[in-house]
């Protein structure tokens, strides 16, 4: 029997990712013998099927439709070595049968997906936009769940996945199977289409809108002369009903009312983990790897030999990370499984039975001991190959130009790999690219990094890192193919890419601190001509700015830039004249800033810390005597923030512009009997910023502290006690036992009794007493 006949062409009904369904499609294939195959896909991908099946494809692979115009929009078509379509493509392209692909064409799929997946429930979304459905051989994703979860139950099973593979997968009697998926899929249609014609009306328009479509490719295959019976058909069972009726073929009329929008196909490496049920993707198996294995075993008619496999590839991982476990545990582990399936009354082991008896006799009872290698064994790592320049976008080829120059097609996997770089020359090789191999690397990453392209993620500057020395993880997945296709339209390449990318942010610029952030981008992708385009708008920004956090923070940068420039073979000379005139500025304004409340002075003293960075290591390019003078003059001021007076007279002493008898007098002044907590107390904190073992070898600095806060009333002790513990908690351990040394001998106490009192953690009464102060409104007094 044909199952299903739609004007006589034969109907096979599958889920899309199932080897069962791949073992039978060729069963009935070879039955059949057809002229013509018809698979449920893309009709404008048509032409790709030359490719798929070319022996240079490696699946997992996948169709990506994406519009011509922004905002880019997505949808993919995924196929594993399993997935019953991609056998019948091979099939028909060995055999030379007619394939095409009969549903609805990218440009409508993506107009119609987007409409629908605006209102899919978030626990049944599609993933990346695939318009394939979330129980794709029951339905079109949106039934209730509760009716799976009520078939699971029924049959005794833990979930729905288990019931299917006990019931399906296992099942390799081809009339047994064909018969069984066709009419379950259409009782299971019947109990939820006129729930979902009800309550789901996007989802309902959705799915009659392809079926009619589908049925119209059809009509169309048997007037190109194809014999009706020498015709298969393969697509999603829910849809298997559907198309073995003619009669509701889409009409002309209805075609030209189809919504469109420009796309183009490209075809792409896909990747197991992405397949993944596990990771959102709704069309998907959770165990993509596993039912390859299941399938491998099929076509070699050893399905029985499955468990084995299953769990001596389990105890060969954990052996790879030194976990030992024996043939008897594997041979034990296959007879715990075949008894579980038993109680089933399964003919063998479903994979629900295989991890069960993987965690009790591999993982002696503990899940954690086997979970990473669950992962790997189940899921898998693999990621998809396609013949070199086969259906690419112009910044594909690119970027697979680029791998192979810079050497690094082998960490185009989806295992994340950590990679150092030297920027320095390497002397040691004959020709230039090898010489710079490590800074183009550099170049081009922060390149991709700046498109947002994912393939690189620098790891943070550790302190004290060296300039030259970049460290960075690598890792290619199914998202990073969909960002570099997305970024076709912003160029053909990833330089030209990136220069449109930065000039759009560069025209959007408003800020000082954008427009200085620009720049670095700019010197460290190594554009140079964007890089003097962000100098202009930094230079035209400033002009009319006062902000000096803003302007200082400039400064740094343009001043690390000047400093490191040669590291990356850029002349950095355009930017001192900038660096001069944003260092001059935020001279000229700092003082009249710092009359400020606490919350900007920290933003402040971060700002000073630049300047005087700034001085010092330029000192020949910008004003350094503008900058002692400046300081100077904050130190003397009382009106100033008492903190940043405090901060400046800490950098006067480190440079050497401050003697110990100026530093005495001007303790005296600050620290007074009558001088308020949060001026005094808050001026000591300004200096103890900075070159804190100067401070501490000063016994009479100490002296004149606690001297000071001797005297303070309760109040005005709680209120100084604030400002003092903020400026000791930036202490290090070694420093605060310094402190204590001195404190001991100021006090007469021992040492070690004042070491242990400054050092330990605060007990719980005292931290919340502490934290109360923090929050007390010292306007009160």
Not at 14 to 42: C, K, M, N, W
Not at 728 to 733: L, N
């Amino acid at each position: 029997m044909n199952g299903g006949l739609g004007a006589g062409v034969h109907i096979f009904g599958v889920r899309h990712l199932s080897p069962a369904g791949a073992f039978h499609v060729l069963d009935y294939l070879e039955r059949v013998q057809p002229t013509a195959v018809l698979i449920e896909g893309p009709s404008d991908a048509t032409s790709e099927i030359v490719h798929l099946t070319s022996s240079s494809t490696k699946p997992p692979v996948a169709i990506l439709a994406f519009t011509e115009q922004l905002p880019v929009r997505t949808v993919l078509w995924p196929f594993a070595d399993y997935s019953p379509e991609f056998q019948a493509m091979r099939w028909a392209r060995k055999k030379g049968a007619a394939c095409a692909f009969i549903d609805l064409p990218s440009a409508s799929a993506i107009c119609l997906q987007e409409a629908r997946r605006e209102r899919v429930r978030p626990d049944r979304s599609d993933d990346e936009g695939s318009h394939r459905e979330t129980q794709e051989s029951q339905g079109s994703g949106d039934e209730p769940l509760d009716l799976y979860q009520r078939i699971a139950e029924i049959s005794g099973e833990v979930d729905y996945d288990a019931f299917w593979e006990r019931n399906f997968e296992h099942n390799l009697s081809p009339d047994a199977y064909h018969q069984a998926i066709l009419a379950y899929s259409r009782q299971m249609r019947e109990l939820t289409e006129e729930q979902e014609r009800t309550n789901e009306t996007l989802a309902y328009a959705y799915n009659a809108v392809r079926e009619a479509y589908m049925c119209r490719r059809i009509a169309e295959t048997i007037a190109e002369g194809h014999k009706p019976d020498e015709i298969v058909v393969i697509c999603g069972a829910y849809h298997a009903s559907a198309l073995s009726n003619l009669e509701g073929a889409m009409s002309d009329e209805e075609l030209k009312r189809l919504p469109s929008r420009r796309t183009k196909l490209t075809l792409m490496p896909y990747s197991y983990l992405k397949l993944s049920s596990l990771t959102g993707y709704g069309a998907g198996n959770i165990a993509p790897f596993y039912f390859e294995m299941m399938w491998k075993q099929m076509i070699r008619g050893r399905l029985g030999d499955l468990p084995y496999h299953y769990l001596t590839s389990i105890a060969g991982d954990l052996r790879n990370v030194g976990t030992n476990r024996s043939t008897a545990e594997v041979i034990e582990g296959v007879r715990l499984a075949e008894s579980l399936a038993a109680l089933h009354d399964g003919c063998q082991p479903s994979l629900r039975d295989l991890r069960d008896a993987a965690k009790t006799l591999l993982g002696r009872g503990e899940l954690s001991v086997i979970a990473e290698s669950l992962a790997r064994i189940e899921v898998g790592t693999a990621i998809g190959e396609l013949a070199e320049g086969v259906s690419q976008t112009p910044i594909q080829e690119d970027m697979n130009r680029q791998l192979k120059r810079l050497k690094l097609d082998k960490y185009k996997t989806a295992v994340a790999n950590d990679l150092v770089l030297d920027l320095r020359e390497n002397r040691r090789v004959s020709s230039e690219e090898a010489a710079f191999l490590d800074l183009n690397r550099s170049l081009w990453f922060h390149r991709l990094k700046l498109l947002g392209i994912h393939f690189v993620k620098e790891r943070s500057r550790a302190q004290g890192q060296a300039e030259w020395a970049e460290h960075w993880i690598l890792q290619w997945s199914p998202e990073v193919e969909i960002e570099v296709v997305e970024s076709t339209l912003l160029g053909e390449t990833v330089d030209v890419a990136a220069g449109f990318v930065f000039q759009q942010r560069l025209e959007s610029c408003e800020t000082i601190e954008e427009a200085s952030s620009l720049i670095t981008v700019a010197y460290e992708c190594g554009m140079i001509h964007q890089m003097e385009a962000g100098r202009q708008t930094l230079q035209k920004l400033a002009v009319e700015s006062q902000d000096v956090v803003q302007i200082a923070a400039a400064a740094g940068r343009l001043a690390r830039l000047i400093r490191f420039g040669g590291i990356r073979k850029i002349d950095t000379a355009p930017l001192t004249p900038l660096l001069r005139q944003m260092f001059m500025k935020a001279c000229l304004f700092l003082n009249e800033a710092s009359r400020c409340n606490d919350e900007v002075a920290q933003a402040m003293a971060a700002s000073m810390n630049e300047l005087n960075f700034v001085a010092a290591e330029h000192g020949d390019e910008v004003d350094e005597e503008l900058w002692i003078q400046v300081l100077t003059e904050l130190s003397d001021r009382d009106d100033a923030h008492a903190r940043l007076s405090g901060f400046a007279c800490a950098i006067l002493l480190e440079r050497g512009q401050m003697t110990a008898e100026q530093c005495s007098a001007e303790v005296s002044r600050r620290l007074s009997p009558g001088i308020p907590a949060d001026l005094g107390a808050g001026w000591f904190e300004g200096l103890a910023m900075r070159n804190r073992y100067a401070l501490i070898s000063r016994m009479s600095l100490w002296e004149q502290l606690n001297e000071y806060i001797g005297k303070l009333e309760d109040e005005e002790f709680m209120r100084a006690l604030v400002f003092l513990r903020r400026a000791f908690s930036a202490f290090s351990s070694k420093e605060k036992t310094m402190v204590a040394e001195l404190l001991g001998e100021l006090w007469g106490r021992d040492i070690e009794q004042v070491a242990e009192m400054l050092t330990d953690d605060l007990k719980e009464d005292e931290a919340r007493m502490l934290d109360e102060l923090n929050d007390f409104d010292f306007e009160d007094f």
